[in-house]
């Protein structure tokens, strides 16, 4: 592993602990009691998540066995039946709950819905009829592209409600991306919109499947949500609009009770080779993991208005907006714009306007409000807030004094998330009523989770030496495979370490300082972490070489103040073909029309040719020192032709 990966330079030494006020009123709030807990869940797991399934989960039959662990493969509460859905809905119904918002939605164009807990309910069970009378059934693939409108929560629902797996894929990707998605795990039905408002403007999401399912043969429908009212074209036998579908089903619907191991979604995610991976997540251990988490983490009171910003595109917003704030009956807000629309304090006033109680973001977009400026925040209140999180990447400290001054009114504790879209839910993160937090640190794993720093033997660093973060033992929420491709899930996340099949890997870099804290460096595989986005090279660089002009490419991140890493791509091309600022663009909306406007690189370089090793091999920390700006510096002793770098150099 090069060294520079790992090399923690960061070192901050405030301290922020919380206020009085805050602990007497945390869900948790003594360190005495957090630490008993967390000490019965690593040494006694299973009677700990015993205790904690029949505490939070509706079952249908209970489980027998809590745990069986044949490493690398895990399978939590045997025997055991429930339903997701009802899980997050049916509960509530005949309770205190029944009449409360469950989902407070506002459109970009200022339009707002709210839905109950018994409303919700409704909309998921008549959905649920609709696609099981389109013969979807339980392990049924759906894909749902859709805005963040509150159809996209229903729809997962209703999926969860009839057992079949759903595959959310983000709006921003092309359909070329979409394509592939539903190709891997051969879904029979999209559900889209005819199109979704980003600033000011419609996405065209219905004309995207389109394209989209001209490659899919497995599609036999596709549903559409009237959005936007732009103009669409239906095809007969084919496609079926939403609002007709719904009014038509509307007698009460028998959730059936599925096994606590049943698929309840796969969701799409890069890996540094090749197509994206299919992380598969199952019933219960995912939802006691994320309801669990949401509620010690976020301190879930009945009272909160929580707003996640995350699209349902994402892990975030599968966890942390649909299934454990639900299950938590918890009143969540969900956003279909642009932060900057119409003007860049449009967070601010929607937090005053429905007066938000938490509010859970990235630090990518909170660089972004402090580069528009804190006027746009000051005109605000902002009196209702009461917790911040952030989540997706490393939060640099600047950002986070910015978070926790300006919008926290020093009065909001931070929770800062580390986790990931295979964990299923947040591993290492402050809890607000007990952890005093640094700035920059998730500090301390939740409970059930054993997290280490380890060296390339797999044996613990000292402290404050930089190295790989590892997860020792199992936790309910984890990923179970790789959807089609168990060998891939084996390979990429246990077999780190030769003969330790039980060490999940995480793929990042680590130390933990003095106090145990845990500090996230990055990742240390060739994936970039772009605005919060995990983006593989071996993607883009594929993309680039479908262009017809480019013989070889390679993609590297460079530091970037706002989006965490920019993207900068290195590019060779064929005979015939010269070099433009026209062929630049030409390249950067062809990555765009390939994966998605969220992949476009920042910077594309044109080359004579790459540094490479004598096998072949790109050399991408060189390219990513020529990105940054700076000196080849390291070994170079494997490089076969040193006249490239210096090409490569003298071009800036
Ligand atoms: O590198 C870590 C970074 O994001 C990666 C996971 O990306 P993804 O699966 O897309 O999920 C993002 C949302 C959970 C991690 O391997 N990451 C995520 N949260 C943090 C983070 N890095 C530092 N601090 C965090 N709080």
Same mark, same amino acid.
């Given at each position: ?54 505490? !939070? ?15 690398? !493969? ?15 809905? =049916?509960? !509530? ?10 989902? #407070? ?43 963040? #409108? ?29 394509? =592939? ?9 999209? #559900? ?60 009460? !619907? ?24 299919? %992380? ?64 860049? =304090?449009?967070?601010?006033? /929607? ?75 947040? /591993? ?102 772009? +605005? ?12 680039? %070489? +479908? ?92 490089? =076969?032709?040193? +006249? ?9």
């Amino acid at each position: 592993m090069p060294d520079q990966t790992i090399t923690s330079v960061s070192r901050e030494n405030r301290k922020f602990r919380p206020s009085a006020e805050f602990k007497a009123q945390a869900n948790l709030g003594s360190e005495a009691l957090y630490k008993r807990l967390y000490a019965e869940s690593v040494n006694s797991p299973e009677k700990f998540w015993s205790k904690q399934a029949k505490e !939070h989960l509706v079952w249908r039959k209970p489980f027998k066995q809590v745990l069986k662990w044949q490493a690398p !493969h895990a399978q939590w509460f045997l025997g055991g039946k429930l339903n997701v859905a009802e899980n997050c809905l =049916d509960r !509530h119904l005949g309770t205190q709950r029944e009449n409360k918002a469950a989902l #407070i939605f506002e459109g970009e164009p200022g339009d707002v819905r709210t839905i109950t807990y018994r409303q919700l309910h409704g909309h998921v069970s008549q959905l649920a009829q609709v696609i099981e009378s389109m013969g979807i059934g339980a392990g049924d693939r759906v894909a749902i592209y859709l805005p963040m #409108i509150p159809e996209a929560v229903i729809a997962m629902l209703a999926c969860a409600r009839v057992g079949a797996i759903h595959t959310v894929v983000f709006g921003g990707f092309s359909p070329e991306a979409l394509k =592939d998605r539903i190709n891997d795990c051969k879904a029979k039905l999209v #559900i889209t919109a005819d199109g979704g408002w980003r600033r000011g403007k419609v996405i065209e999401l219905k004309a995207n499947v389109d394209k989209a399912v001209e490659g899919t043969p497995t599609v036999q429908t596709v549903m559409v949500v009237k959005r936007c009212g732009n103009p669409v074209t239906m095809k007969a036998g084919r496609d079926v609009w939403w609002q007709d579908t719904a009014a038509a089903a509307a007698k009460p !619907h028998k959730a059936k009770a599925f096994d606590a191991e049943h698929p309840l979604f796969i969701l799409y995610t890069s890996g540094s080779t090749g197509k994206p991976k299919g %992380v598969l997540h199952t019933s219960a251990g995912y939802l006691l993991g994320a309801k669990m988490s949401a509620h010690y983490v976020f301190d879930l009171k009945e009272t909160d208005r929580y707003f996640c910003s995350a699209d349902i595109g994402w892990i975030t917003g599968h966890s942390y907006v649909v299934y454990g704030l639900l299950a938590n009956g918890s009143t969540i807000f969900i956003y279909e714009g642009a932060p900057n629309q119409p003007e860049p =304090d449009r967070f601010w006033q /929607m937090i005053d306007r429905h007066a938000l109680t938490i509010l859970y973001t990235a630090p990518t977009a909170i660089r972004a409000f402090m580069r528009w400026g804190d006027d746009y925040v000051r005109r605000h209140r902002l009196d209702s807030l009461r917790l911040l999180g952030s989540v997706g990447e490393p939060i640099n400290p600047e950002a986070w004094i910015w978070y926790h001054t300006l919008i926290g009114k020093k009065r909001c504790p931070i929770v800062d998330t580390w986790w990931q879209t295979e964990t299923g839910c947040i /591993m290492i993160s402050p809890l607000p009523g007990v952890t005093a937090t640094k700035p920059g640190s998730a500090t301390r794993p939740f409970f059930g989770v054993v997290a280490k720093v380890v060296d390339d033997q797999c044996r613990e660093v000292p402290r404050n030496s930089g190295g790989k973060l590892v997860i020792t033992q199992p936790w309910p929420s984890m990923l179970r495979t790789l959807w089609g491709d168990d060998d891939r899930y084996v390979r990429q996340y246990f077999s780190e370490f030769p003969g330790r099949p039980e060490i999940y890997f995480t793929g990042d870099g680590a130390r933990q300082d003095e106090d145990g804290y845990f500090w996230i460096v990055g990742r240390i595989d060739d994936v970039l972490n772009v +605005s919060g986005h995990r983006i593989g090279t071996a993607e883009i660089e594929s993309a680039l %070489v +479908s262009h017809p002009s480019v013989a070889e490419a390679a993609a590297v991140g460079r530091p970037d103040e706002l989006k965490g890493q920019a993207l900068c791509v290195f590019v060779t091309l064929k005979a015939g073909y010269a070099a433009s600022e026209e062929l630049k663009e030409q390249l950067r909306s062809h990555v765009g029309k390939e994966i998605g406007s969220l992949a476009k690189p920042d910077t594309i370089r044109f080359a004579a040719g790459l540094p490479k090793t004598r096998s072949g091999k790109i050399m991408r920390r060189i390219l990513k020192e020529i990105a940054a700006g700076g000196a080849v510096k390291g070994d170079i002793s494997t490089l =076969d032709d040193f +006249s490239v770098v210096a090409a490569l150099q003298s071009d800036e």
